[in-house]
């Protein structure tokens, strides 16, 4: 009697057991891969946090800065166990990775979105990347920094005003004992700044004058003495030699910017986190500027807006994972764990139970829009092969700052974008 009473307790165990992992593997998990470093701790915390609520496993992944594209093609050929999640921010990459993008329209999820306007939608209306966060970028400023240099926000309105600023602070450096700009690092992991966001300048306002709209196949350079204008009032006024910029990183800008050895810091809102938790900078000793590069009436400019922070979720994982990364992706822009996080780390978020932010950037950039100033839309969205494009422009940027020619420059950014587009 005893030894089948036992025989019964082993089975209904085993019975239990084998319930367990069919429900375990009926739930599902996520794998998100993670497109911004600076948000990777934040973003651990929220899935921990998401897991220990659901016993839903999410795994996040972090892809090295400048490295994303490269990491996401290892990671997605690893079959069922490649990214539910993952980062499609142009009409390039859904080029790349359409296959992969589920159509989200009409999931819960989608519904949450308050507009879809930072969305990128296939070619019949398929919503197979959800903008998740607008950002900005500009000139960030130090404006404890500019005073002590005896100048004030004020005083910049256009290019002209920027350079008379940043080149008084740089003559008087060695008193001052901080300099006007950060490094205008080309390593991999500041050269996006450049050859992604200082590049949009140009690209915006031919984009403008012409009447863009859709990705062109070529482009003539109208303002290419615009970008020169203001690429040469960042190397020629820096600590940092020109010559040396090849070799300068992203976390080197951002560290002289922290530590008080420079005032003026081309960058976006996301740095905002880093500025104020890791150096622990004052968020009222900040500003972020427009980016002025000698473009008639570009005094009524605001800062350029936009986004290619967009998730997609795999359309090859299983059913049960995709369920589970979308019922993830609703409690992070639903909860109050997750609105938290996002209005902490990413400012404004186009759903509907967005919480706001304390962002100084996000600020300065919507006083702006009050104001009645026109929006730098991100035109360098439109980018053909953008990794290979924006290569050939550091390349150029690169060799011009130790002395070539800007003329270089000028046909890696032009002729480069006729190429790039035949061959995408």
Known sequence: ?????????????????????????????????????????????????YEQKTGVKVTVVTAASGKY????????????????????????????????CLDLRGTEFFNQLSTEEFNINGAGGEAFCIGYCYEAFGIIVNKTLLEKAGHNLDEIKDFASLKTVAEDIHARSAE???????????????????????????????????????????IKGTYMENFKNIWDLYINNSATEPSQLATATGDQAEAEFGQGKAVFYQNGTWEFSNLTTTFGMKPEELAMIPIYCGVEGEDKAALCCGTENCWAVNSQASAENQKATLDFLTWVVTSDEGTQMMADQFGPIPFKAAKA????????????????????????????????????????????????????????????????????
């Open 1 to 49: 009697m005893e030894k089948m009473l036992c025989l019964l307790l082993t089975f209904v165990l085993a019975l239990t057991m084998l319930g367990s992992v069919a429900l375990a593997e009926g739930s599902g998990s996520v794998y998100y891969l993670n497109f911004k470093p600076e948000a990777d701790a934040a973003w651990q915390a929220l899935a921990k946090e």
């Open 357 to 424: 932010s304390s962002n100084t950037f996000f600020n300065d950039a919507n006083d702006y829009l009050a104001d009645g100033n026109y929006v730098v839309t991100w035109a360098f969205n439109y980018t053909p092969n953008v990794d290979t494009w924006r290569a050939g422009v550091v390349a150029a940027l690169t060799q011009y700052s130790a002395g070539g020619s800007w003329d270089d420059v000028v046909n890696a950014f032009v002729q480069g974008w006729a190429v790039q587009y035949a061959n995408q």
């Open 176 to 218: 001052l004992g901080f300099d006007a700009f950060t490094s205008a690092g080309l390593d991999g992991s500041s050269s996006w700044r450049f050859s992604g966001h200082l590049a949009n300048m140009p690209l915006f306002y031919e984009f403008r004058d012409d009447g863009i709209t859709a990705q062109p196949a070529t």
């Open 69 to 100: 594209q490269e990491t996401l093609t290892a990671e997605m050929d690893k079959g069922s166990a490649a990214p539910t999640l993952f980062q499609c921010g142009n009409q390039a990459g859904l080029a790349t990775w359409g296959d992969y």
